[in-house]
């Protein structure tokens, strides 16, 4: 198991959020939409205005030479409406576990 260190940027009062998780190390080579559908469906607590109910990636991006995956999108909400997010998801290479 790898642990992986996630950033997820949200507009306004929502705000940042850092995650760190574990994976197989082979999870960052898998095609980019899926790493951050992935992610997005293991994390708890998020703060946006409404209930997510689904995620629309609009663009992402795995840059498998330094394990990074960079992506841009929208979390739909129950009830209509978005949210803007920005994620960068790489391999903590730092962590002790």
Do not use: C
Request: proline share 5%; hydrophobic share 45%.
């Amino acid at each position: 198991m790898a642990t992986f260190r996630a950033i997820l940027l949200f507009p306004g009062d929502a705000g940042e959020g850092r995650y760190e998780f574990e994976a197989p190390s082979e999870f960052i080579e898998n095609a980019p939409a899926r790493i951050v559908d992935s992610f997005l469906n293991t994390i708890q607590g998020l703060t946006v205005p409404g209930e997510i109910i689904d995620a629309e990636i609009n663009a992402a991006h795995n840059y498998r030479d330094i394990r990074t995956v960079t992506a841009s999108g929208s979390l739909i909400l129950k009830g209509g409406g978005a949210v803007p997010f920005l994620v960068m998801i790489s391999e903590n290479r730092d962590a002790v576990l």
